[in-house]
């Protein structure tokens, strides 16, 4: 049995700031849109508006933040995004209070919001790469993708029943003081962060907003994974709302089945995340990037044969049980390739190019598989977004470039699950 590996209290404290807004972020899953039901009456057309407006709007407001995140020390940034998060999500709760809350301010906290949690995440991939030893990295990144899926498993139905208990603002409040709680988990980090130096004019230049795409779009490794990533998150995504509305309404899932057929296969992102490390000391990374890369697109068609009662419903999490183990492989292995490739001065603007291309992709494939859905019907919709999925592989880079990076890297990954 192997042994649990201490990667030091910095990471530790890292590791429980990621915990505590991850389980936070969950248990609010799809708040915005259940207050503007609920509380606002607002129809279909002004609930696709407030998903699909947040994250384009977001992702465009973000495009400067990542030079100006990759200058910047990266914990300072972290905590400065979590309390601008905090204060954006109260301002909710105050407002349901006082009787003033707008459809308007929901579009604006949840712009603010897209765009943080942009910066953030460019920071944090900065500062991980910064706290963990490289070959330790798999490890760490196999650990968040883990406390991922038990949030996404626990999260949604622990909201469910606070808002059912404690009316539809619960769970933004916990949200918010989730980035409080985070505010302060990063700065225990302790230690000192050199403030990133910058060999060129001090100021932001027009050429740094475009410097992320820049360094993906010309990395021989990173671009196909770039246009994979992006393609596969976008088709998966696009397709969520137009399941609910198969199983909610034409075949009559109840809310809890619906739940279930979606919360229960996380526990295939926990088995995948766990095996990731594993799998790469036997195999090597490049091979099972590439592998669990190929398999994660071969699920996703099998949800366009969905049927009404029990056959339907174990379709359904088989189905999702397959496509989340596989996911739970790939995105440690992936993430750590991504960080390994990617040079330690252009990680936050690298990260930061790759969110926001992915969360307009999403906003606008959502947005176009809505209208493909009216024009032919859900079914045919999501079949359609399964089979691009299936060409998806060839987008993966067929050739390990770690060579590149030293003959020791290999076996050094291999040693990681012997330590």
């Known amino acids: 049995m192997v042994a649990r590996r201490s990667l030091g209290r910095q990471f530790g404290w890292l590791w429980t ?8 972020t969950w248990l609010a899953l799809d708040a915005f849109p259940l207050i503007a039901i609920l509380v606002l009456h607002a129809g279909p057309t002004e609930v696709s508006m407030l998903a699909a407006a947040g994250l384009a709007v977001g992702a465009a407001v973000a495009v400067p933040l990542g030079p100006w995140v990759e200058f910047r020390r990266k914990r300072s940034v972290m905590v400065a995004m979590d309390l601008i998060r905090f204060a954006a999500l109260m301002s909710v709760p105050a407002a349901f209070a006082l009787g003033w809350l707008s459809f308007a301010q929901l579009l604006v906290v949840s712009v603010i919001v897209a765009a943080t949690n942009i910066a953030f995440k460019a920071a944090s991939g900065a500062c991980l790469k910064a706290l963990v030893q490289p070959a330790d990295l798999l490890v760490a990144n196999g650990r968040l993708e883990s406390t991922t899926w038990t949030a996404t498993a626990l999260g949604p139905p622990l909201g469910g029943a606070a808002i059912g208990l404690f009316g539809p603002v619960t769970t933004v409040v916990a949200n918010a003081v989730s980035f ?58 696009a397709t969520s709302p137009l399941l609910a509305v198969l199983m909610l309404g034409r075949l009559g899932f109840a809310p809890w089945q619906y739940g279930l057929a979606f919360g229960a296969p996380c526990v295939g992102g926990l088995i995948g995340s766990r095996l990731a490390r594993r799998l790469v000391a036997r195999f090597g990374r490049h091979k099972i990037m590439l592998t669990a890369g190929a398999l994660r697109a ?19 999490i088989a189905v999702e049980l397959g496509l989340i183990t596989c996911m739970g492989v790939f995105n440690p292995v992936f993430a750590t390739y991504r960080l390994d490739q990617t040079a330690t001065d252009r990680v936050a603007r690298t990260l930061s190019a790759w969110s926001v291309t992915s969360n307009a992709t999403i906003a606008a494939m959502t947005a176009l598989w809505g209208l493909l859905a009216s024009i032919t019907s859900p079914r045919t919709a999501i079949a359609i977004a399964g089979l691009l999925i299936l060409t998806t592989p060839l987008l993966l880079p067929r050739h390990d470039h770690t060579h590149t990076r030293g003959a020791g890297r290999r076996q050094t990954l291999r040693e990681v699950d012997q330590r």
């Not at 700031?17 to 936070?24: D, E, K, N």
């Open 180 to 237: 409080l709680l985070s505010a302060a988990g990063i700065r225990a980090i302790g230690g000192s962060e050199p403030r990133p130096a910058r060999t060129d004019a001090p100021q932001l230049r027009a050429g740094d907003l475009l410097e992320g795409w820049r360094y993906i779009l010309t990395h021989p490794a990173l671009r196909p994974l770039f246009f994979n990533t992006i393609l596969v998150n976008g088709l998966i995504m």
């Open 298 to 316: 071969c699920w996703s068609v099998g949800l366009a044969f969905i049927r009404p009662g029990a056959a339907g419903l174990v379709l359904v």
């Open 17 to 24: 700031a990621y915990a505590v807004s991850t389980l936070g």
